[in-house]
């Protein structure tokens, strides 16, 4: 693996003279292909910038592997590959090949990860860099545009069989990660294909950062329902301009409606991303944490019990409290539910929140991104229980770093 920075500019010969016509015409034939048409359009864009051929990798649905959208080919493995570098680092890769380079490129939308492109090239200037990387932006907005639509790519990143509440419960998340130049949010939720009653909603509106757990009684297919009429809720409500304590009370009314003696434990925050100002509303739920310096501040964002969500008409109040608190730059909030730390190893022992929140900081210290601490933090809490979840264990993540604008 060769280390990369942008090589210097070099005006372009010949063999990658720019072709606007063509790549005009590819751009508007990239508007009607088909999701199972992009490893040939990829092929095509990278020939018309002078580059070779394009190969696009996506990650699976946990994190594991990187598969090829062109079905002869087969996976690689995110944590023992050049291309699983790429994906992890998020910065471009070169290796040496037959007849050549093969340059990884990430493919990011926005903050989110999607996986990997394969570009190969006879040589590398700062040209064929600089158009890599335009090759790699270009065919992450398509992805992303096109699987809205496509069993065919969902199904392409799955590698077993999802049951019915996990189908439902991912067609309402949002992407794993977010993020604007001021905070960033991330999120994972195991086991990844039989999840039930756990969720996370994450949106940016303006300067502010709505985020979201839930956790919602049992785990089959009623539990699912319970939290997607939450999320729907919660969503309709915000969407309108409700506050913070309206989005709770909207969420109770509509489980008390449609799914009554059914409710759902959960966190609701809005996070000011100009000013670092934290408001947050606890049902029934694992208090936030607040990590500063490297270190968990110990009941910093803990806050008077409030019954769980969907028992308006029965315990919860008139309205619901709103805590607030002032972040400073760098703090994370971590939010989770308690598959987390009840995972237990083969003698009975828990993961604990220790183990866990030690593991979010260690990882953080050693420079991984917050997307990266969670992916490594599902696998450890995984291994640790023999990759057999007694409970959904769900994380969301997220950082105010206005020093990034």
């Given at each position: ?9 070099a ?15 590819l751009?508007?034939?990239a ?12 092929d095509r ?20 592997l ?82 809205a ?31 604007t130049?001021?905070c ?6 195991e ?31 009623t ?6 009429v ?14 913070l ?56 964002l ?6 769980p ?29 308690d ?13 604990g ?18 997307a ?29 770093r206005?020093?990034?604008?």
């Amino acid at each position: 693996m060769i280390a990369v920075s942008d090589p210097p500019d070099a005006s372009p010969g010949p063999d990658i003279a720019f072709d606007e016509h063509q790549l005009d015409k590819l751009m508007f034939e990239a508007q009607t292909a088909l999701p199972v048409e992009l490893p040939a359009l990829a092929d095509r864009f990278a020939s018309s910038l002078g580059l070779d051929t394009a190969l696009i990798y996506l990650v699976d649905l946990q994190q594991q592997l990187l598969i090829p959208l062109d079905e002869a080919l087969k996976p690689l493995p995110v944590d023992r590959s050049s291309a699983g570098w790429a994906y992890r680092s998020v910065s471009p890769q070169v290796v040496e090949a037959d007849e050549g380079l093969i340059l990884w490129m990430p493919l990011v939308d926005g903050a989110e990860r999607l996986g990997v492109l394969a570009i190969r090239t006879a040589s590398l200037d700062g040209v064929r860099m600089r158009r890599g990387r335009i090759l790699a932006h270009l065919f992450a907005m398509l992805i992303t545009s096109k699987r809205a639509y496509s069993d065919w790519l969902a199904a392409r990143t799955r590698t077993a069989y999802m049951q019915l509440p996990a189908e439902m419960l991912r067609a309402f998340l949002p992407p794993r990660t977010i993020g604007t130049t001021r905070c960033v949010s991330t999120a994972v939720l195991e086991p990844a294909y039989d999840i039930a009653g756990d969720a996370f909603d994450h949106s940016v509106v303006k300067n502010i950062l709505h985020t979201m757990i839930l956790d919602a009684m049992g785990h089959d297919l009623t539990a699912g329902l319970t939290t997607s009429v939450a999320m729907a809720a919660a969503r309709n409500a915000r969407r309108s301009g409700a506050g913070l304590a309206d989005v709770v009370n909207s969420v109770d009314q509509a489980l008390t409606q449609w799914l009554p003696d059914h409710f759902s434990t959960g966190v609701l925050c809005r996070l000011d991303a100009e000013t670092g100002r934290l408001r947050w509303v606890n049902c029934g739920h694992p208090p936030p944490l607040l990590i500063r310096a490297e270190r968990v501040l110990a009941h910093a964002l803990d806050s008077p019990p409030q019954p769980p969500i969907g028992l308006a008409g029965h315990l919860a109040p008139t309205a619901r409290e709103v805590h607030e608190a002032a972040l400073k730059p760098g703090d994370r909030v971590l939010l989770y539910t308690d598959g987390v730390v009840e995972a237990r190893d083969a003698d009975g022992a828990e993961f604990g929140l220790e183990r866990f929140t030690d593991f979010i900081i260690r990882s953080s210290a050693a420079g991984q991104r917050p997307a990266e601490v969670l992916r490594l933090l599902t696998h450890a809490i995984l291994e640790y229980q023999r990759n057999q979840l007694r409970d959904d264990a769900t994380i969301l993540l997220f950082e105010w770093r206005p020093q990034h604008q």
